[in-house]
């Protein structure tokens, strides 16, 4: 490393101590927090007002009339709603605070003729004011999909709240509806509307007033969400693309998963030499890199620092999926961050890989059998295939694909065929018969991208559900047996999460402890296809390299894996486009698909 390293490692643990919840932060989201609950409570039950909690309720923002109750229950789910941006520092939300809290001040002298509760209101404001610098996070990147997804949850949530409402007075209610119509009453009240319940007194105005500010908060919501400025997520500029490509030129050989940050839905920060990368996206929050950085290693502590920079602008919380051994050795002495093992990369060297031998009998028989079947492979550049014959492979690995949602991110270029990555490799399997698919006599797709110039890595496999069993098995045997001619000495094929629990908890000896993790692994598999990625790639007996995530508190770990998760394509909390929609949307986006029709591919 050079001189320069320790000064720059240590502003980067200072930085990284940035995006931690500061006291005054935490205290005052905290404290917004508690009052929106009691604020709620105060505008729901009646009994409230002669409890003990009255004394307390009595000096907080809101008040008990029809009026009040309302202004109660926004005051409360408002505040509730800062709490968590407060929390990250957002700039945004502690506008929003600043304005509230004056405004349930003024609402407490004008409604309550309360001194004490406006001070109350003021001293939560106080903090706010003394404390702005500590709430400078930037917005996280959004899409008018927020909008929705709010609309839903705040209708789910005004519902419920609702039906807790119109049940809380049963003293003055009149008769005994039943749960239809006190749903029926919350619908109607949410619009504005009188519905079909009655009670006795000023409770139906108190019932009236506190649905009707539950529909007006999630209509108000809802619209700004739709038509606040967008947020989009970074995408990769074609500048990024030209000079990261050429960092791979350059260093491409050292790390199995650096064509992968060629995804144009990640973003990259540079060093400042501009001889080193990191890649990310950000997922819920979390400023998601994967793999090592790019470049020269030792340019990483500059693209590194510039990455934990940006993640405490914007308040992230900074993890890695997938780096190696040296990358998370790097990782953790330059940030402070932690590292722990999350599986294994499955290795294959060319020269030492052999069909012969007991160990090979089950993959050796398994193509042996599928051969005598009549299929056929090729092993081909992408660059030495014709625009039809590209197409239709194209248009058949999106037909196969088994779920709704495309899946990868630390190890899935998410493409095929760009012209760009002309050095791909791809291996085909083909049976001929009377009746040939959709897709001709096409039956199963393995891509690789390039690792270096000597290497490549398993991107994605697709096969035809009517094809035999075991096309992935020959694709992977016919790719090793034709690498010597493309120059390729190692293959990397699938991530084996939590290999080593699996391979260890299996042996003779392993404690009662590893066993239990290893159950609860498999049990997971049903899911995650956990057990059979590592039981596929043992088959080909490669060499194992250990992947690590680097992640800054073990705190932190549930909310990276459930980030990691969405990244990869298990959780998806967008609404999917139908298949139609989607195919279209796609065969329209191809940059080099603008030739050739689907009418065209099929007829070829």
């Known amino acids: 490393m050079s001189g320069g390293v320790p000064s720059r490692s240590s502003r980067v ?6 995006p931690r919840p500061e006291a005054v932060p935490a205290l005052v989201a905290r404290a917004c927090a508690l009052v929106g609950v009691v604020d709620i409570a105060a505008g729901v039950f009646p009994r409230f007002r002669r409890s003990r909690m009255h004394a307390i309720a009595e000096v907080l923002p809101g008040s008990f009339g029809p009026f009040a109750a309302a202004l109660s229950l926004s005051a409360g789910v408002l505040l509730l709603l800062l709490a968590h941006g407060l929390k990250r520092r957002k700039r ?21 003729h309360s001194l004490i509760g406006m001070l109350i209101s003021l001293a939560l404001l106080v903090p706010l004011l003394r404390h702005r610098d500590e709430f400078a996070a930037l917005p996280d990147p959004r899409s ?4 929705l997804a709010n609309f839903v949850l705040m209708a789910a949530g005004s519902l419920a709240l609702g039906l807790v409402i119109v049940s809380a007075h049963p003293n003055r209610m009149l008769g005994d ?8 009453h919350v619908v109607y009240g949410l619009f504005g509307f009188e519905g079909p319940l009655d009670y006795d007194g000023n409770t139906s105005w108190t019932v009236a007033f506190s649905l009707g500010a539950l529909g007006w908060l999630t209509a108000v919501t809802t619209i700004y969400f739709a038509f606040r400025p967008e947020h989009p997520a970074a995408r990769l500029t074609e500048d990024d693309e030209t000079r990261l490509r050429a960092l791979l030129d350059k260093h491409g050989r050292r790390d199995s998963l650096g064509h992968f940050a060629l995804r144009r839905d990640k973003a990259v920060v540079f060093s400042p030499s501009g001889k080193a990368a990191v890649t990310y996206r950000v997922v819920s929050g979390v400023m998601l890199a994967s793999g090592d950085p790019i470049g020269d290693v030792e340019a990483w502590p500059g693209a590194i620092e510039r990455f934990m920079d940006e993640a405490k602008a914007h308040s992230w919380t900074p993890a890695v999926m997938g780096c190696s051994e040296t990358g998370g050795e790097v990782w953790t002495r330059e940030t402070g961050l932690d590292a722990l093992e999350l599986g294994d990369e499955a290795v294959v060297d060319v020269a030492d890989f052999s069909l012969a031998g007991r160990a090979m009998r089950n993959v050796r028989q398994m193509v042996k059998r599928i051969e005598r079947a009549g299929y056929e492979t090729r092993v081909r550049r992408i660059r030495d295939l014709g625009e039809a ?10 037909d196969w694909r088994g779920t709704d949602t495309e899946r990868g991110f630390s190890m899935a270029l998410g493409r095929i065929g760009d012209l760009a990555d002309s050095d791909c490799l791809i291996a085909t399997a083909h049976k001929t018969d009377d009746q040939p698919g959709e897709y001709g006599d096409l039956k199963a797709i393995l891509h690789f991208v390039p690792w270096g110039e000597d290497g490549v890595s398993l991107d994605l496999m697709r096969r035809d559900r009517t094809a035999d069993p075991g096309m992935n098995e020959l694709l992977i045997v016919a790719a090793l047996q034709a690498a010597p001619k493309f120059g390729i000495t190692r293959v990397s094929l699938n991530f084996a999460m939590f290999r080593s629990a699996l391979a260890r908890g299996e042996k003779i000896g392993a404690g009662p402890v590893l066993r239990a993790w290893r159950g609860l692994l498999v049990f997971l598999s049903r899911w995650f296809q956990i057990e059979s990625l590592y039981k596929f790639n043992a088959k080909f007996q490669p060499r194992w390299e250990p992947r690590f995530v680097v992640y800054r508190a073990s705190a932190d770990l549930p909310r990276i894996g459930f980030a990691a998760m969405q990244a990869e394509g298990f959780v998806n909390l967008a609404l999917p486009l139908p298949r139609f929609l989607r195919r279209r949307r796609a065969l329209a986006g191809r940059p080099c698909a603008h030739a050739v ?4 591919v099929r007829a070829a």
């Open 389 to 398: 014959e590209l197409e239709r492979i194209r248009l058949a690995a999106e």
């Open 13 to 18: 643990r200072r930085i990284l101590r940035g």
């Open 177 to 184: 509806p039943s749960l239809a119509d006190r749903l029926t």
């Open 144 to 147: 008018r999909w927020r909008a």
């Open 92 to 112: 945004r939300a502690w506008r929003a605070a600043v304005a509230l809290l004056p405004a349930g001040a003024v609402a407490q002298f004008v409604y309550r």
């Open 597 to 600: 029709t689907e009418r065209d």
